[in-house]
């Protein structure tokens, strides 16, 4: 049976995911899609040539883009063209009790880790790591 771990001293860096899949916002669509499927990813973070969080691409756009587009437009299209803007972020010094009452007060399921406030994606937090953090799993 698995033991219980207290999130109160934790932070956010103790439960993450190291390493974030990426693409230039340039990246086409096709490109882009093809990655998210040999690393058996539901999103990419899209990062400008400095490593800043620019948004996120994620499966149910790229789906969408694909019904709704022409195959010429299909493959002029870019990550920037329907990544997320808004991405809930945190930094890995937040303290997990923190990360844990915002995923659940704005019912998010995975925020990408910032170095710091305003430094690159170092990792994923999601409610899947939390909970595995809690009980002590790996």
């Not at 771990?5 to 934790?10: A, D, I, Y």
């Not at 994620?58 to 437009?73: K, Y």
């Amino acid at each position: 049976m698995p033991e219980y771990n207290s999130l109160k001293g934790r932070q956010v860096r103790d439960a993450m995911r190291v390493g974030v899949a990426t693409c230039a916002p340039d990246t086409p669509l096709p490109q882009a899609t093809q990655q998210m499927i040999d690393l058996g990813l539901r999103s990419l973070a899209v990062i400008d040539a400095t490593g800043r969080l620019l948004g996120v691409l994620g499966h149910t756009e790229i789906v969408d883009a694909q019904l709704n587009a022409d195959e010429r437009r299909w493959t002029r299209l870019q990550a920037a063209d329907l990544m997320e803007r808004e991405v809930p972020t945190i930094a890995q010094t937040v303290s997990l009790r923190e990360a844990a009452d915002l995923m659940t007060s704005r019912q998010i399921h995975r925020l990408i880790v910032l170095a710091d406030a305003d430094g690159p994606p170092i990792g994923v937090l999601s409610m899947t790591d939390l909970m595995r953090f809690v009980v002590g799993s790996d």
